[in-house]
């Protein structure tokens, strides 16, 4: 029951429309993250500024969210997530502007990866 309440509050918090279609624009920069949540209440209030920061500040589209990974290689974190800025320089400038401030919120909550990608055909 826990693991519905806090997708369905990062859901609500986060406003994300969860899309099936990479979308055409071939300059796109993408966050992929991978982890693990170890501690809801305090990931649910990181969650909470990654939408105002991210989402709204940097202009970030959520494509998805899985809390439940088919994981068949590396360790075991179910959680995954994947966002598209409009470029890779955007979602860089974004990691390194507001983001700074949000990361201490993560510490303790969530042990994860972080990579920036560049759709590049």
């Given at each position: 029951?826990?693991?519905?309440?806090?997708?369905?509050?990062?859901?609500?918090?986060?406003g994300?429309a969860?899309?099936?279609?990479?979308?055409?624009?071939?300059?796109?920069?993408?966050?992929?993250?991978?982890?693990?949540?170890?501690?809801?209440?305090?990931?649910?209030?990181?969650?909470?500024k990654?939408?105002?920061?991210?989402?709204?500040g940097?202009?970030?589209k959520?494509?998805t969210?899985?809390?439940?990974?088919?994981?068949?290689?590396?360790?075991d974190?179910?959680?995954?997530?994947?966002a598209?800025?409009?470029?890779?320089?955007?979602?860089q400038?974004?990691?390194?502007?507001?983001?700074?401030?949000?990361?201490p919120?993560?510490?303790?909550?969530?042990?994860?990866?972080?990579?920036i990608v560049?759709?590049?055909?």
């Amino acid at each position: 029951m826990k693991k519905t309440i806090l997708i369905g509050l990062i859901a609500g918090i986060a406003g994300l429309a969860i899309g099936y279609k990479v979308p055409k624009d071939k300059n796109a920069g993408y966050v992929m993250i991978s982890g693990r949540i170890t501690n809801p209440e305090q990931a649910g209030k990181y969650f909470a500024k990654v939408n105002d920061v991210v989402v709204k500040g940097c202009g970030a589209k959520t494509l998805t969210v899985d809390y439940e990974t088919d994981v068949r290689e590396g360790y075991d974190g179910p959680f995954s997530v994947l966002a598209q800025f409009p470029s890779k320089k955007a979602a860089q400038d974004c990691y390194e502007g507001d983001y700074q401030n949000i990361i201490p919120l993560r510490k303790g909550a969530i042990d994860m990866n972080f990579r920036i990608v560049e759709r590049n055909r």
